[in-house]
């Protein structure tokens, strides 16, 4: 649990918004976990299972509709500023930072679903197909719409 | 392969997620297409830019809380979440449910001790009528029993027993009654459950009132014959009645104190009981369980002078062979209880007599070998 917190916690931050609710949503994922430990098949990893986990949550808690929380990136990732960055630097990593929260958080919900399991946390495209219980060539093509929304969002901030 | 479907697989061809061939024909394509190769820079450096995010870190204390979550609750804690919770629906139904069954021990309690007080009061309340009139005290099976045959300080022991008895009786049985009733009336649940019992408290005092009636109508024809037989001879109880009394009004409460007495006897009262009067015992004690036998034969002896009469009356009995049982004070005059054998009761008759005016009240139909006579002397 120690080794897969940050990521399920990771998960849940980047789909729901805010610390708070990552939080709790994180903790009912191992919660679930614990009790259906019974049901984790071996020839799965445990991180894919628990990723599996809490994507179905995290999707569930934004469909349930009662909430559509900031998603002003201001807390949704954790900005640690580079000690040796000029203040200019400093600015410009800010502000890119938040257009591209922003611009996660506005994609469809299954869309950042897959761009944040694989370009945030390093799945394989495999490995999201598992979890979420997708075809490999509809992930392959919800990721790539997802790059190309982002792609739009942030294309002054690219070189 | 055309400029879309090669588009289609820049980010798999990003990800090294193509198979030879569509990697051979994808990249055929971006040598001839500069369009599709900056297309591929820019999501290139798109992915860049998300792989570059700072990973997130869970919230330090965030495995202990998890922990904490799973990890069952101490067992106390549980019972009382399982009894208490949710609090507003069941703590009203518990605390009803404790006042029911103490409503209904309370009840249960109450119809038992009624139901032994219904006994008791059968065996003691009739014991009040016979010590408050300081009547003689009747044989009953119990003070039979208890009493030993000649110790008054037992006998007075017993006496304050039995009246305290009875005003714990006459105190209880009210409020007994009233509980019973509002038992009756209410309309509570269970009451279902209650009916038997209440039901045999009745029909066990019906019965014991039945019992009673039947005694009591023994004993009152029982002692309406034995007081038609020998009014005057009714033995007392010194230390209580003080003096034996001859009036009609006198011999009246007797026959009610002795209907009492068989009323509170559980011995049937053709039964033989202990006779105060065969034993020699000292006046001054005798014991509660010796009353009420009437003598074989009573008399009145009018005489000029009670003291020579007396004096005769001890020299007739030596002579005779008799023996002076015991002697009261009466209101007309001493009262003398002797025991004389049957062969010289017709001498005893005559002497008698001859003392002064002789007048036989009372004599059994068949006189045993050692006849028990009351003497009362009169001027």
Known sequence: MIAHQHRVFGVALRMLGSRAEAEEAAQEVFLRAHRAIADFRGDAKLSTWLYAIASRLCLNRLASGERRLLREGEETLARIPSGHASPADELERSERDAALHRAIAELSDERRLVVVLRDLEGLSYEEIAAALDLELGTVRSRLHRARLDLKEKLERFLP | ?379
């Not at chain 2, 006042?99 to 109450?110: E, S």
């Not at chain 2, 305290?164 to 509570?188: D, H, M, V, Y």
């Not at chain 2, 005489?303 to 020579?308: G, I, P, Q, T």
Request: hydrophobic content about 40%; glycine content about 4%; aromatic content about 2%.
């Open chain 2, 1 to 379: 392969m055309t400029c879309p479907d090669a588009r289609e697989q820049l980010s798999a061809l990003i990800d090294d997620a193509l198979g030879a061939e569509e990697r051979g024909a994808v990249e055929a394509h971006l040598a001839t297409c500069a369009e599709c190769r900056r297309e591929l820079e820019r999501l290139r450096d798109t992915v860049a830019l998300l792989r570059a995010v700072e990973p997130a870190r869970a919230p330090a204390g965030f495995v202990d809380r998890v922990l904490e979550a799973a990890r069952p609750a101490p067992w106390p804690r549980r019972l009382v979440r399982a009894l208490l919770l949710p609090w507003p629906v069941k703590l009203p139904v518990e605390a009803a449910a404790i006042v029911l069954v103490a409503v209904g021990v309370a009840y249960v309690f109450q119809a038992t001790q009624g139901l032994q007080q219904a006994r008791h009061l059968g065996s003691v309340q009739p014991m009040t009528t016979a010590s408050d009139q300081a009547a003689p005290a009747p044989p009953s099976q119990d003070a039979a029993r208890e009493a030993p045959p000649t110790p008054g300080a037992a006998r007075a022991k017993q006496t304050a027993r039995t009246l305290e008895g009875a005003r714990q009786n006459k105190e209880q049985a009210p409020g007994q009654k009233a509980l019973e009733k509002s038992a009756s009336e209410k309309e509570t649940p269970e009451k279902k459950g209650a009916p038997t019992s209440q039901a045999f408290s009745e029909a066990a005092q019906h019965k014991d009132a039945d019992e009673r009636r039947a005694k009591l109508d023994d004993a009152s024809r029982d002692v309406a014959k034995r007081q038609a037989n020998a009014p005057p001879a009714t033995p007392a109880e010194p230390q209580v009645a003080g003096k034996l009394e001859e009036s009609p009004a006198r011999a009246e409460r007797s026959q009610e104190a002795a209907a009492a007495r068989a009323r509170s006897s559980a011995a049937p009262a053709s039964e033989p009981r202990v006779d105060t009067l065969q034993a020699p015992r000292p006046a001054a004690t005798p014991p509660m369980a010796t009353a009420f036998v009437p003598p074989d034969v009573s008399g009145r002896l009018a005489v000029a002078n009670r003291d020579a009469a007396l004096q005769d009356l001890a020299r007739l009995l030596a002579r005779l062979g008799g023996v002076e049982d015991r002697r009261f004070v009466g209101d007309e005059g001493p009262i003398i209880e002797l025991t004389i054998p049957r062969e010289a009761y017709p001498d005893l008759l005559r002497e008698l007599a001859a003392l002064g005016r002789w007048q036989l009240i009372r004599e059994a139909p068949a006189l045993p070998e050692k006849i028990r006579v009351v003497l009362r002397i009169t001027s």
